[in-house]
Nanobody
Framework: QVQVVESGGGLVQPGGSLRLSCAAS????????MGWYRQAPGKQRELVAT???????NYAEPLRGRFTISRDNAKNTVYLQMNSLKPEDTAVYYC??????????????WGQGTQVTVSS
């Protein structure tokens, strides 16, 4: 089995920073793309950023420059550094990973989400 678990969410004041982490574990042969998505109350889930196995990155344009995605392949972990946070960044942030299991199957895995609240 494969698990994807996020951590690092919380309450932060406007202008502050947070770093989210997402670790994949289990019977993993390789991890292809990993990414972060978010869903605010009453809105659809949207892309934040993705990163390939070779660290090629893609960002939602409004977030480029404030958010930085990175990964540590040795730890099967992806990070999201969020700076200059705004109240409109408040959302549940979800990690996504395209994983090939040891038995050969490919799967698209989601974490349970971590709440980020930006408020004074």
């Amino acid at each position: 089995q494969v698990q994807v678990v996020e951590s690092g969410g919380g309450l932060v004041q406007p202008g502050g920073s947070l770093r989210l982490s997402c670790a994949a574990s289990g019977s993993i042969a390789r991890i292809n793309a990993m990414g972060w998505y978010r869903q605010a109350p009453g809105k659809q889930r949207e892309l934040v950023a993705t990163i390939t196995a070779f660290s090629g990155t893609n960002y939602a344009e409004p977030l480029r420059g404030r958010f930085t995605i990175s990964r540590d392949n040795a730890k099967n972990t992806v990070y999201l550094q969020m700076n200059s946070l705004k109240p409109e960044d408040t959302a549940v942030y979800y990690c996504n990973a395209m994983i090939q299991e040891v038995r050969g199957a490919f799967g698209n895995y989601w974490g349970q989400g971590t709440q980020v609240t930006v408020s004074s």
